[in-house]
Structures are given as structure tokens and as C-alpha cells.
């Protein structure tokens, strides 16, 4: 069975433009997660979506947003981008809200400059 | 601000030797704790988990808590190079499923 996918692999954008990456989770898992790593650092949680609906929500500006489709898969955009975006945007998916059965894709690269 | 502690490392080891890994965490309503192994240039993998005071163990793996002293670590025994890697604790805050990760040890285990 595919694990989970991410796209694109790589990014690179400038300041003030907006991106979107994408993740499709495994086949049915109905929860997806996004997190932010920066180089030197454990991730920092982003969004939880689960069935749809949003179940968790970090501490990140109002820059950044998500949703999720109704074939499970998801989005998460980023406006107004800053230099402090660059990161490694990973995207977790499980059966369900826990996180025992969590598993990561392997993650967008996305550079600011 | 709940937080999650690890020291960065890194953490040398020979081949063979028993690595202990260590975590320490801010919120006592903190019930789960995970860990993940990262290798360099991919995204992390849970390795295990553990609920409840005392160890639990996994193959070479044993983790271990002790929530009166609000800590929890990793212990790899018979090391081999292929361990080298930076290991993740991470904690949902209590009634959660938000987890907060700490920034990771780094161990490299050398022939």
C-alpha cells in the first residue's frame, strides 16, 4: 500500500506570494495532521483535520490554512509569505485524532527567499 | 507554554553500548508520550509509545516513564551504526491530541 504522499517536494518562493502544498493520506485514514519543522528543531503541530472538520489548530497567524476533501486528502496555504516560512512542511496521516497510529509523509521543502 | 525538554546533543555511544535517551515535560496532564526516529534529510517515524508509569519494551527499545518526576526516555540496547539518527519525544497536552515535540537528541553510534 502507497504511504503517505506530499507534493510538490521542493518549492522555492519569494516573500509575499502565497503557496499551497498538498497530502494524500493513506488509504483509509481519515485524519491528517500538518506540521512546520524548521532546521534544527522538532515540528511544531499546525493543523488536525479529521473527517472534514477541523479538530486542532496550533499556534500559527491567520497566514495559514487548511481544509480538507472529501476523499481525505488536504491542503495547507500559506499567504503572505515571510523569510521565517522556509521550513519542512510535513503532513502526518492516521485512522483516527490519536497519535499512535501516525505516520508522516515525506514532507515539503519550501524556501522563502 | 507547555513544553517538551530534550538535550540536543549530540549523544556519542560505541557499537554495542545501551544509548539512553532523555525527556523531560511541563504539563502533568500530559497522559501519552511518543517517540520518533529521524534520519537525516527524511521525516520522522514512531518507534514507540507509553501510557503508563513504568517501562515498556519493544524489541532493542525500552521506554520509560516517570510521571511524578515528569520524565520519560529511550533506551537502545546493542546500539548498531544504522540507529544513528535524531530521536523525537513528543507529548499531547492533557485532554488533547496536540502534541507538543521536543527539538531532539541527536545520536550517532560509532563502530
Known amino acids: 500500500d502507497a504511504g503517505v504522499t506530499q507534493s510538490p517536494t521542493h518549492l522555492i518562493k519569494t516573500r509575499g506570494q502565497h503557496v499551497t502544498l498538498r497530502c494524500s493520506p493513506i488509504?483509509?485514514?481519515?485524519?491528517v495532521s500538518w506540521y512546520q519543522q524548521v532546521l534544527g528543531q522538532g515540528p511544531q503541530f499546525i493543523f488536525q483535520?479529521?473527517?472534514?472538520?477541523?479538530?486542532g489548530r496550533g499556534n500559527f497567524p491567520d497566514r495559514f490554512s487548511a481544509r480538507q476533501f472529501p476523499n481525505y486528502s488536504s491542503e495547507l496555504n500559506v499567504n503572505a509569505l515571510l523569510l521565517g516560512d522556509s521550513a519542512l512542511y510535513l503532513c502526518?496521516?492516521?485512522?483516527?485524532?490519536?497519535?499512535?497510529?501516525?505516520?508522516f509523509g515525506p514532507g515539503t521543502r519550501l524556501t522563502v527567499t | 507554554q507547555k513544553e517538551v525538554e530534550q538535550n540536543s546533543g549530540p549523544l556519542s555511544v560505541p557499537e554495542g553500548a545501551i544509548a539512553s535517551l532523555n525527556c523531560t515535560y511541563s504539563?502533568?496532564?500530559?497522559?501519552?508520550f511518543f517517540w520518533y526516529r529521524q534520519y537525516s534529510g527524511k521525516s520522522p517515524e514512531l518507534i514507540m509509545f507509553?501510557?503508563?508509569?513504568g517501562d515498556k519494551e519493544d524489541g532493542r527499545f525500552t521506554a520509560q516513564l516517570n510521571k511524578a518526576s515528569q520524565y520519560v526516555s529511550l533506551l537502545i540496547r546493542d546500539s548498531q551504526p544504522s540507529d544513528s539518527a535524531t530521536y523525537l519525544c513528543?507529548?499531547?497536552?492533557?485532554?488533547?491530541?496536540?502534541?507538543?515535540f521536543g527539538r531532539g537528541t541527536s545520536l550517532i553510534v560509532h563502530p
Open positions: 513528543a507529548a499531547p497536552s492533557g485532554g488533547s491530541y496536540i502534541p507538543t
Open positions: 488509504s483509509g485514514h481519515k485524519s
Open positions: 483535520y479529521y473527517e472534514k472538520e477541523e479538530r
Open positions: 504539563d502533568r496532564g500530559s497522559q501519552s
Open positions: 502526518a496521516s492516521s485512522p483516527r485524532t490519536g497519535l499512535s497510529e501516525q505516520y
Open positions: 507509553i501510557y503508563s508509569n
